[in-house]
């Protein structure tokens, strides 16, 4: 897959970003945060009806048929404006680990639900900081889960969940419906409430363990990468967003008899953003079109990742900063972007575990 | 396979066959005579084999290729330490700029673009002075016309390679009456004039490639002039551009950071490998992951350019990302090495040692655009945002506060 845009995927891009735009209300973000367990259901509709939730899935379960690439456009769209739900990237990991390592008669099941956005799905591998445990405590004994996976993002609302537990012979993969009994989730109260992060309780509920794999910590590492690459995407997107805010900002705001944007302390922070954001946007796109390559996906997948995370937060920071006063208020809204520039950060691996993941990488290939 | 896969395949083959006669290791204990007498035979090898004047049209003893191909080959010639040095700024910006500027066909400039292929001859551009070099405009060398010869007067300043050069390009003033930028007009000249003196300059990595020269009373022809009288600055940007596209280097020409991860396995911190080290694994990570950002955004430039199309104007944060991240990283590394970090020849390569690469990384960030000019052209062109405060601006040359 090149990492030159063809035509249909420019105008991927440019019609998500269309729509979402067209459909923006900051109002209706911030009345989120103040909620706890509800996510933007307008935002919602738009993705199943425009078909982004099935974007990356094959066509034979629902799906559009295409790859990373095209829902890392969806995801950039979707991070610019702060998409109020998580679910396109937590429901594509579990529809990626189905299609990978779960069977036929699981995938058949949960696969078109997904790709329609009928279903929400989940990924819950991390123990605190323990971002894919080796021996996780939630254990899964004769098909039944035990125990608890703290702050799974999207677990308030999600249908089905896919879960790193601890087996009869060492960590399985394993998928559960979350409308049963034996789960509970406790919704928590967050920096950023949209995400639906929730602790997710299991006392006995039903769960199938996947058998098409070897190694289910190299699986849920496949996963983690994936989406690794809609999120960084996304964080491409909101950096994006936020460095124009600076540089709309710096043109109209005047101080000391010209506008702000021609003091160099303040340009030069700028540019400094637009160099993070390219550089973020280069990986980005290279990681999404070496989703085939067993040998380059690993660390460019992980180097998306870390580079995405430090403009997201970097850009955040400082665009905040050019703002001067009107940047910290709930009106002004750049703190929407800097809360999910942090929520990102943390979801589907933080920044020490892709360090490492990536540091791995290159140890082994010198 | 595409024609330019089959042209890089070839361009590597041969350079590999070079390796061992002009290569890194060849080079090493030369003197300076030497080694710029051992750079002109490399030069006539490369000139031999296809691989000068890539871009140049054929009539003037170019290949008539792309800047594809050029940036092609010039991306495989990289790793191996070729004594390029003397020809790049030579081959790059005077020479072109000469020929585009001469009649079509002048025997003399054929002659001369002939010699500059071979390294028999090296061409200087005269561009910076001691108080004229961010911004250019101010410069101070004056040419005042006298028949039909102008007279110079001035000094020019970090001239790479004037030392050796037979011949040079020069801005200069020749109306100080009217704003900076239009004031200024183009030659050409040789540089064993009557009233010419070359002082190098040591750096202070302990190299001697940029000089110092004087103009006393140096006499040009009117028609060494290239561009109009009053156009010197447009005929100076366009210098400047005609190397558009050219190879880039994520480490910034210093050291790959697989060096780095090498050593860090090596190296112990408190008797275990660096490498387990989570600062050494942080700075490992994050230079990669930059540095991946920028091979990136070259391979799309390259696509783009392949495609027919324009490449994003993202191409700009190359040099100011690269260079600054190398002598970041050269610290560290040094660091990581604990004492024994202060060994250090001046024969060293800045592609192979942290050292070398520390020492002369000052110099990456302030030659051909300093990080600052380099930070307002992305303020201004690419994100459009104000031009700094210019009291200068549309004031006449001799009335600009001093």
Known sequence: ?366 | MSDLDAYRLKAREWLTSQASIFGREQRRGLSHDEDLAFARRWQIAKQEAGYTGITWPASHGGQGLSALEKVVYEQEEIPYGFPNDYFAVSLGMPVPIMLRYLPDGDPWKLERARKALRGEEIWCQLFSEPAAGSDLAGLRTTAVKDGDDWVVNGQKLWTTWAQHADYGVIVVRTDPNVPKHKGLTYFWLDMKSPGITVRPVKLAAGDEHVNEVFFDDVRIADTQRLGPVGGGFGVAMETLIIERYSATDPSGFGPPVALLVDQSKALTIKGRPAIEDGRVRERLARTYAMQNGLASIYKRTILSLQAGLEPGPEGAVHKLVSVRARQKLSEYAIDLQGVQGIRHSEQDDPKQTWQASWMTAPTGRIAGGADEMLLNTIAERILGLPQDHRPDKGVPFNQIPR
Not at chain 1, 323 to 351: C, F, K, P, Y
């Open chain 1, 1 to 366: 897959m090149s990492i030159l845009y063809d035509e249909g995927q420019q105008a991927i891009a440019t019609e998500v970003q269309r729509v979402l735009d067209a459909s923006y209300a900051s109002e209706r973000l911030k009345t989120l945060l103040e909620t706890r367990g509800r996510y933007d259901e307008t935002f919602w509709a738009l993705a199943r009806e425009q078909g982004w939730t099935g974007i990356a899935f094959p066509e034979e379960h629902g799906g559009l048929g295409m790859g990373l690439v095209e829902l890392g456009l969806v995801a950039e769209a979707c991070g610019s404006v702060a998409a109020g739900a998580p679910f396109l990237n937590s429901s594509f990991g579990v529809g990626h680990a189905l299609l990978n390592y779960g069977d036929a008669a699981l995938t058949g099941e949960w696969l078109p639900k997904l790709a329609s956005g009928e279903a929400i799905g989940a990924v819950a591998f991390a123990e605190g900081a323990d971002i894919l445990p080796t021996e996780p405590t939630v254990r899964i004994v004769n098909g039944r889960l035990h125990g608890t996976k703290p702050a799974v993002t999207g677990g308030a609302s999600a249908d089905v969940a896919v879960v790193l537990a601890a087996g009869e012979h060492g960590p399985v993969l394993a998928l559960v419906a979350l409308a049963q009994d034996g789960v509970d989730r406790d919704v928590l109260e967050t920096f950023d409430n949209s995400r639906g992060a929730a602790d997710l309780r299991f006392d006995g509920a039903e769960a199938t363990a996947f058998e098409n794999m070897g190694d289910a910590l190299a699986a849920a590492l496949d996963v983690l990468r994936r989406q690794a690459v809609v999120t960084a995407h996304e964080q491409v997107g909101g950096a994006r967003r936020m460095m124009e805010a600076a540089r709309d900002y710096a043109l109209t705001r005047r101080a000391f008899g010209q506008p702000i944007g021609a003091f160099q302390s303040i340009k030069h922070r700028i540019s400094e953003n637009y160099v993070l954001v390219e550089l973020a946007r280069a990986n980005a796109i290279h990681a999404a079109a070496s989703a085939d390559d067993a040998v380059e996906f690993p660390r460019a997948a992980a180097a998306a990742r870390l580079m995405a995370t430090d403009a997201y937060d970097t850009v955040s920071r400082d665009a905040t900063q050019s703002h001067g006063g009107i940047g910290v208020t709930w009106e002004a809204d750049l703190h929407l972007h800097q809360r999910r520039a942090r929520s990102l950060a943390i979801e589907h691996g933080n920044m020490m575990f892709w360090e490492d993941a990536l540091v791995e990488e290159l140890e082994g290939a010198a």
